[in-house]
């Protein structure tokens, strides 16, 4: 038998699933706590971070890291189970978010600094940093994820690896 079809016989089985949150709930606080520590034991809080936390741009950065990591853990935990759809709805919201925090920035600075406001002074710590500190989450919710029967594993798969990138964008930027 096929996986595909093994999947699709559980969900129309009509049983009731087993409870995923207790998986789920570890996932997230082995991936947390474990990201926490890595980034506290690696780097420590940012020596600036009251100055940081007075601005505006500091403060949308953790809402917008904030609401990925939400929604991408809310999504892969729906994911987990044999007969969840993805929605995308909440997604692409974030990403008009986004879009609309990018053009109020190119509005506030000058064309002549766009290129370097876009890379930043940070940018390959940043593309060290965030995959570091999501290893740990990544392989928590894989494991997570072993203890549900998604439908579409590969899809639950990326969403994992949605919720660990987030993560470490999010403790990237304290």
């Known amino acids: 038998m096929k996986t595909e079809d093994f999947i699709k016989t559980l969900a129309e089985d009509g049983r009731t699933p087993q409870p995923l949150w207790r998986p789920a709930a570890m996932a997230a606080a082995?991936?947390?706590?474990?990201a926490l520590v890595l980034l506290f034991?690696?780097?420590?809080?940012?020596p600036d971070i009251a100055a940081a936390?007075?601005?505006w741009r500091f403060g949308l950065k953790l809402v917008l890291?904030?609401?990925a990591t939400?929604?991408?853990a809310w999504e892969f935990a729906r994911l987990m189970r044999p007969q969840a759809s993805p929605r995308l709805w909440p997604l692409a919201l974030l990403a008009a978010a986004i879009a609309i925090a990018v053009a109020v920035e190119l509005t506030l600075v000058p064309a002549e600094a766009w290129a370097t406001t876009a890379k930043g002074r940070n940018w390959f710590a940043c593309l060290k940093t965030i995959p570091f500190l999501s290893a740990i989450p990544l392989i928590a919710a894989i494991w997570a994820m072993r203890e549900g029967a998604p439908?579409?594993?590969?899809l639950a798969g990326a969403v994992?690896?949605?919720v660990a990138a987030a993560l470490g964008g999010f403790?990237?930027?304290t």
């Open 30 to 34: 082995i991936g947390a706590v474990s």
């Open 41 to 46: 034991g690696f780097f420590g809080v940012r």
């Open 53 to 55: 936390l007075g601005t």
């Open 65 to 67: 890291t904030g609401a």
């Open 70 to 72: 939400i929604f991408m």
């Open 151 to 154: 439908a579409r594993p590969a």
């Open 160 to 162: 994992a690896g949605g």
């Open 171 to 173: 403790l990237y930027a």
